[in-house]
């Protein structure tokens, strides 16, 4: 028989009441008929005959009909196509089936094998024609591919594994290095050579775990402390900001006409006297020096914070912009580490995190003061202040700051406002006198009231000169820049109301603020 459909894939979309699903190619049998079920997550399972679906009669020039036993809910497809093995199992010369129907019937096997390959081959990863002849491309072994990186050799063409002598390698092109993304943009767009018809090393990691998207963004943390990307104790009155690689050690930088990924190992950036002012948000970037040779770059900090919480924008401000799904410098900046400095032409410099000196030329990363932010990598930053004061009296119907003291408080600094913080107070407290409304809170960026949306900790002493357990919380996003959390106390003015910080046995009591940023 005639027919035009070419055997390709079907799909049915769920939507909670469709179950079947038209086949307008015909099959002579229904064991030809792959089908696979996709559900919400992307989860793919193969489904059986009878079990999972049926099929109308085979060998019906129209097609047939395909119903699913289950019918697909919204979110989740069905697809189905030809699978026809390449055997013949006619002998018409022998086996008495020399009739014209049977015939006819092996030639359209015949031709739906042809296209089902076509279709195999139009999904293939295939030679341009512009390639001689005589091109191939080939693999090498399994077992000598496995656990290796993926690339082309650059004389043979042959797909190799190899170990990448640099990490520079994985994302890099034998002429010019490229981000993964726009190698595989390339790839679909030219047959496997890039639009500038280099000789692309188009790489793939053949292990799992998600490395390949981390590839795309900067790899490391920016931290205090050499060696360590991720700081445990307190780091204060540190002289250099370090970037230390966590997960791989490429930045990559916007070069004119794409990002253009550099190795940057274990590296400082030290701060300089006069010029980190103390008290003050700074933000870091690694970007090219030298529009002539892209390999050129540094690590530096960029101009000082115009405000605690605004970067400004405009001429010699370090003004962002979103460039190419990438933080990178909006105008001309100059960086700057230790007494050198370089000059970075507008968008040439990515935003790897924020800084604040807590002192000239020094930076803390503490459980007080988070003073490191980073812009990729973060990882949640435990804070806390506790007092150790036996004792004070505060009886007065107005909030204050716990014990009058500034440094009942977190203090932090965040580059962008993508992570919720948290904070809560824990403290304990009693008064001379019954019926008296005591109470603590959490303050944004205020000493003398909690912050909006605070769940306020009150209690209303039951009896006199009895101990009460009091906590607060908040939960939010404070914006970008430095900001603090104050631990706020409250008594309504009767009798005298005694708080605790440790009452001298700090093992069982201890009160003070604590928190989350990340960071």
């Not at 909670?16 to 190619?25: K, R, V």
């Not at 004061?389 to 993508?418: C, R």
């Not at 106390?489 to 046995?505: H, K, L, P, Q």
């Amino acid at each position: 028989m005639p027919f035009s459909a070419e055997p390709g894939v079907k799909t049915l979309t769920g939507n909670g009441s469709a179950n079947t699903l038209a086949l307008d190619w015909p099959y002579y049998d229904k064991s030809h008929v792959r089908v696979i079920h996709i559900g919400t997550t992307g989860t793919v399972t193969a489904q059986t005959l009878t079990t999972h679906f049926t099929l109308t009669d085979a060998a019906v020039e129209s097609g047939g009909t395909l119903t699913m036993v289950t019918t697909p809910a919204t979110g989740e497809f069905v697809k189905a196509w030809l699978d026809i093995p390449l055997v013949q199992n006619t002998r018409h010369d022998t086996a008495g089936a020399d009739s014209a129907t049977t015939k006819n019937q092996d030639l359209d096997k015949l031709w739906q094998a042809i296209a089902v390959l076509n279709e195999k081959v139009t999904r293939a990863w295939r030679l341009p024609f512009a390639d001689t002849g005589t091109d191939a491309v080939s693999t090498e072994r399994l077992a000598d591919l496995l656990g290796k990186y993926a690339l082309f050799n650059s004389s043979t063409g042959k797909l190799e594994g190899t170990a990448v002598v640099s990490a520079s390698e994985v994302v890099a092109a034998s002429t010019s290095a490229q981000g993964i993304a726009e190698l595989l943009t390339d790839s679909e767009a030219n047959d496997g050579n890039s639009a500038g018809g280099d000789n692309q090393r188009i790489l793939t990691r053949a292990i799992a775990g998600g490395w390949l998207g981390r590839a795309l963004d900067p790899g490391g943390r920016l931290t205090l402390t050499s060696g360590t990307p991720v700081t445990a104790g307190d780091v204060t009155a540190a002289a250099a900001v370090y970037w230390e690689p966590m997960h791989h050690n490429l930045i990559p930088i916007w070069d004119g006409t794409r990002f253009n990924p550099q190795e940057l190992g274990s590296s400082s950036l030290t701060l300089n006297n006069p010029a980190h002012v103390a008290n003050t948000n700074y933000d870091v970037f690694a970007g090219f020096v030298d529009v002539a040779d892209f390999t050129n770059f540094a690590l530096g900090t960029g101009p000082a914070w115009s405000s605690d919480t605004a970067r400004g924008t405009g001429a010699g401000t370090t003004q962002l912009e979103f460039w190419k799904g990438r933080l990178v410098n909006a105008v001309s900046i100059t960086l700057r580490n230790s007494a050198s400095t370089y000059t970075v032409a507008a968008r040439s410099a990515t935003y790897l995190g924020t800084i604040r000196t807590s002192g000239t030329a020094t930076a803390e990363d503490s459980f007080a003061r988070r003073f490191v932010w980073n812009a990729y990598n973060r990882r949640p930053r435990s804070m806390r202040v506790t007092e150790a004061t036996n004792t004070w009296a505060y009886t007065t119907a107005a909030f204050q700051q716990a014990n009058a003291s500034t440094a009942n408080q977190l203090d932090f600094v965040l580059g962008l406002s993508e992570d919720e913080v948290w904070a809560e107070v824990i403290a304990s407290a009693e008064n001379s006198a019954a019926n008296v409304q005591i109470a603590v809170g959490v303050g944004l960026d205020a000493v003398n009231t909690p912050a909006t949306a605070c769940l306020v900790g009150a209690q209303v002493t039951a009896v006199a000169a009895q101990e009460q357990t009091l906590r607060a919380s908040w939960r939010g996003f404070p914006g970008i820049g430095r900001h603090y959390l104050s631990w706020v106390e409250f008594s309504a003015a009767t009798g005298t109301t005694t708080w605790y910080g440790d009452n001298n046995i700090g093992t069982i009591s201890q009160s003070g603020i604590q928190g989350v940023v990340w960071g």
